[in-house]
């Protein structure tokens, strides 16, 4: 990192960075062996100018669950209810979203709530894989209707700095997966 670079911890505090800061902070750290990410996470967006920047969170973005190596549901959110709802990632929404930017303002966040609940599952939409990305291999989220592999490092045993590579976008989207120790406190769909 450059002497005015964002330090990990301040990453981390402010959940922002430039592009480039937070790829050296991804690229310092070590790589997650897929059997390690196997539970519930939390996410969390990094922000760093990336068109997809502020869309996770203002449609109520929880995170994701790995359930074993060929059954992860990459897309969690927070029903209207409470609870935890599995919803299938769908290439026309992403494109849909990216076009209507003015959707990020919290006026529209029921109308996104809405559109999760019609795009909910049971099904796994992604798969883990060990892949070589940026010089290590690492344990890889693959998505089964799209064109993007998610790639971790591990920060802590609890703490996982994710980069979302999507073919076609030279920008990565980067996000935090914190672990969730208590996931017995969220309602949850039961288990396909």
Same mark, same amino acid.
């Given at each position: ?5 964002? #330090? ?17 902070? =991804? ?11 196997? %539970? ?5 967006? $990094?922000?760093?100018? *990336? ?10 973005? /929880?995170?994701?669950? =790995?359930?074993? #190596?060929?059954?992860? *549901? ?9 609870? $935890? ?5 769908? &290439?026309? #929404? ?11 303002? &919290? ?9 999760? #609940? ?16 940026? %010089? ?6 693959? /998505?089964?209707?799209?064109?993007? $592999? ?12 994710? $980069? ?8 990565? /989207? ?8 208590? &996931?017995?406190? /969220?309602?949850?769909? &039961?288990?396909?």
């Amino acid at each position: 990192m450059t002497a005015t670079a964002s #330090a990990p911890s301040a990453i981390l505090e402010s959940r922002q960075a430039s592009t480039e800061d937070a790829l050296n902070w =991804f690229d310092s750290l070590a790589p997650v062996d897929a059997a390690a990410l196997i %539970g519930l996470w939390r996410g969390a967006e $990094i922000r760093t100018g *990336h068109p997809m920047d502020g869309w996770l969170e203002a449609s109520g973005w /929880y995170g994701k669950e =790995f359930v074993d #190596a060929e059954t992860v *549901h990459p897309l969690l959110f927070r029903g209207a209810r409470g609870g $935890i709802v599995r919803v299938v990632p769908n &290439p026309l #929404a992403m494109r849909s979203l990216r076009r209507m930017p003015f959707l990020k303002a &919290p006026f529209w966040r029921p109308a996104l709530q809405m559109t999760t #609940a019609l795009l909910a599952t049971q099904h796994s939409c992604a798969r883990l894989r060990m892949v070589e990305c940026r %010089g290590q291999v690492s344990a890889a989220m693959d /998505y089964d209707s799209l064109p993007i $592999i998610d790639c971790f490092r591990r920060i802590d045993n609890d703490r996982i700095l994710g $980069i979302m590579d999507e073919k076609g976008v030279a920008q990565p /989207y980067v996000f935090l997966l914190e672990r969730d120790v208590c &996931p017995s406190r /969220y309602p949850q769909q &039961p288990r396909p």
